[in-house]
T-cell receptor, first 113, second 111 residues
Framework: DAEITQSPRHKITETGRQVTLACHQT?????MFWYRQDLGHGLRLIHY???????NKGEVSDGYSVSRSNTEDLPLTLESAASSQTSVYFCASSLDTSQETQYFGPGTRLLVL | DQQVKQNSPSLSVQEGRISILNCDYT??????FLWYKKYPAEGPTFLIS?????DKNEDGRFTVFLNKSAKHLSLHIVPSQPGDSAVYFC??????????FGTGTSLTVIP
């Protein structure tokens, strides 16, 4: 069955370290998204991609980067982790840029000490 | 500024009764709205959607109502079941652009 997976599911890191969160989807969806979920803020968009080699900044992109070298993967990198980046991170994908439903991965819980 | 707002962080309802979850938005350009349901330690899952050309969409026990003049949508769950206990997010989008999510409402259905 097609799916969207995230790894790791839990991560503890130290301030200043570089961290990469993986997202892999097997639906052959063009669009992929990264969100963070924080209490009182709901889901906020970090970065998104509408296809290979395409990346765009979302609402809260500072301190994060993404790259899209193939259809299936959109890794999210925290260049220098900060305590403010402690959060739950969700990856999502959708087929195209019309009113397509986004399908979410199970999430990665990141703790920055 | 939060463009999509869910002003009730939590809601408790007796099993069998109606649950009404509310969502307000500020941007009149939004033309598509969705509700997602989220269980603990899982990703959000799509529940129901509505286009701005409609004012109601039903799917089984779930109905979404859209009032464009008031920039308000609501999700009705009838009858509510204990398995409906989850966090519900509303989302709004204008075609071809990103989704904007509300802050979520935690629904508890009491058996």
């Amino acid at each position: 069955d097609a799916e969207i997976t995230q790894s790791p599911r839990h991560k503890i890191t130290e301030t200043g370290r570089q961290v990469t969160l993986a997202c892999h989807q097997t639906w052959n969806h063009n669009n992929m998204f990264w969100y963070r979920q924080d209490l009182g803020h709901g889901l906020r968009l970090i970065h998104y991609s509408y296809g290979v080699q395409d990346t765009n900044k979302g609402e809260v992109s500072d301190g994060y980067s993404v790259s899209r070298s193939n259809t299936e993967d959109l890794p999210l990198t925290l260049e220098s982790a900060a305590s403010s980046q402690t959060s739950v991170y969700f990856c999502a994908s959708s087929l195209d840029t019309s009113q397509e439903t986004q399908y979410f991965g199970p999430g990665t819980r990141l703790l920055v000490l | 500024d939060q463009q999509v707002k869910q002003n009730s962080p939590s809601l408790s309802v007796q099993e069998g009764r109606i649950s009404i979850l509310n969502c307000d938005y500020t941007n009149s350009m939004f033309d598509y709205f969705l509700w997602y349901k989220k269980y603990p330690a899982e990703g959000p899952t799509f529940l129901i959607s509505i286009s701005s050309i409609k004012d109601k969409n039903e799917d089984g026990r779930f109905t979404v109502f859209l009032n464009k003049s008031a920039k308000h949508l609501s999700l009705h769950i009838v009858p509510s079941q204990p398995g409906d206990s989850a966090v519900y997010f509303c989302a709004a989008v204008f075609t071809g652009n990103q989704f904007y999510f509300g802050t979520g409402t935690s629904l508890t259905v009491i058996p």
